[in-house]
């Protein structure tokens, strides 16, 4: 092989990767917002998003590690029957096992006793840290960003 067919292959290896890597990435990012509306009622999933000593910030507060991620997550449980949610308009920035990722985030959620036509629904962005991990990409820190609201803003227990 030539040093021209050398230099070719590894600059194919390195694209290859970064497409990869960013491909994970924004699966990643679905996958996160999946959970929150499939396997909302367990906590059995935050391996495979988030890292153990994930920090979530959200406009009603913060959330560390596992434990506070287990208590957010029992709070929206309590607070809304089902929720969806939408990620898109992914910007990924890689810095080799490290990658800095904003995104918009819209999501709908129906309080518990409600109709469906009775909603609290959010739009906003995110800025998040994804690391490398043995077990692939994970969120370690994820900070969102409200743009606007609609309904019913009260997210107090009925």
């Known amino acids: 092989m030539s040093h021209?067919?050398?230099?070719a292959l590894a600059a194919l290896t390195t694209q290859v990767r970064l497409l990869s890597d960013r491909a994970a990435i924004a699966e990643l990012c679905d996958r996160y917002v999946r959970h929150l509306d499939k396997d909302r009622h367990n906590d059995d999933w935050f391996d495979a998003v988030f890292t153990d000593d994930v920090h979530l910030t959200?406009?009603?507060?913060?959330?560390?590690?596992v434990e506070g991620l287990a208590d957010f997550q029992?709070?929206?449980?309590?607070t809304f029957e089902r929720t969806h949610h939408i990620?898109?308009?992914?910007?990924?920035e890689l810095d080799g096992d490290r990658a800095g990722v904003r995104a918009h985030l819209t999501?709908?959620?129906v309080k518990r006793g409600e109709e469906p036509t009775a909603h609290f629904d959010i739009g906003g962005h995110y800025e998040a840290e994804a690391v490398r991990t043995p077990a692939g990409w994970r969120i370690r820190r994820f900070v969102f960003d409200l743009v606007w609201s609609a309904g019913d803003p009260d997210l107090r227990h009925s």
């Open 107 to 109: 999501a709908v959620h």
């Open 58 to 65: 959200f406009p009603m507060g913060e959330y560390k590690g």
């Open 74 to 78: 029992r709070m929206a449980r309590t």
């Open 87 to 92: 990620g898109s308009n992914y910007t990924i």
């Open 4 to 7: 021209d067919d050398t230099t």
